[in-house]
């Protein structure tokens, strides 16, 4: 078999797979599912807001430093 078969087999075997658990799954929404949060506060603003470029700078400057200090005392 070529390396397309493959890749056919196994786009059509992950599509039957998807639409199999989507087709056989019990779907009963239920209230508690679908309230707003567990606390139960309606969101102030849309939660899908973007973050500043500082927050994401201060999270790589993070990971770096912990993993050098961690890597610094063995």
Do not use: H, N, W
């Amino acid at each position: 078999m070529e390396i397309r078969e493959y890749i056919a087999i196994a786009g059509a075997i992950s599509i039957i797979i998807c639409v199999a658990s989507y087709v056989l799954a019990i779907q009963r929404p239920e209230k508690e599912k679908s309230e707003v949060y567990e606390c139960g506060f309606q969101a102030f603003m849309d939660t899908r807001g973007t973050f500043e470029v500082r927050f994401f700078l201060v999270a790589i400057l993070f990971i770096i430093f912990d993993l050098e200090i961690s890597l610094l005392f063995p």
